[in-house]
């Protein structure tokens, strides 16, 4: 089965929300580096959003993404939030340490919230 996964971009204030759809794995490589490379090039993009659907599978290869994108984001010191995670994810990403480097927020609005 081919992964398919889309994404779209908005700004709310100072806050560029990149909002993913489809399961993420390591397939999913290819677009979540395009989105981050689109989001980064508006310029003003120092506060960045990652809103997955809350239906959407993670595995190990899409955690090893995420952390790749992570590193982009702390080497030009840019804030980052993640949002839309099922409780099981949420978890997930407490074990492995992404929450040390991510806001993790339970809605869209928490994290705007948060992140102004």
Known sequence: MEQTNQ?????QNDVTVLHIQGDI???SEPVI????KKADDQGAAQKILVQ???DAYINSGGIAVLIQILAHTQKKNQQI?????SDHFK????MVGISKF?????????ALEAMS
């Not at 939030?81 to 995670?85: A, D, K, N, Q, Y």
């Not at 927020?105 to 928490?110: I, K, M, P, W």
């Open 81 to 85: 939030g993640i949002t839309g995670l």
């Open 91 to 94: 978890k997930i990403f407490n």
């Open 102 to 110: 991510a806001g993790i927020y339970n809605t869209v609005e928490d």
């Open 33 to 36: 580096n395009e989105a981050y």
């Open 25 to 27: 794995t390591a397939q």
């Open 52 to 54: 997955f659907e809350e």
């Open 7 to 11: 994404f779209q971009l908005k700004q």
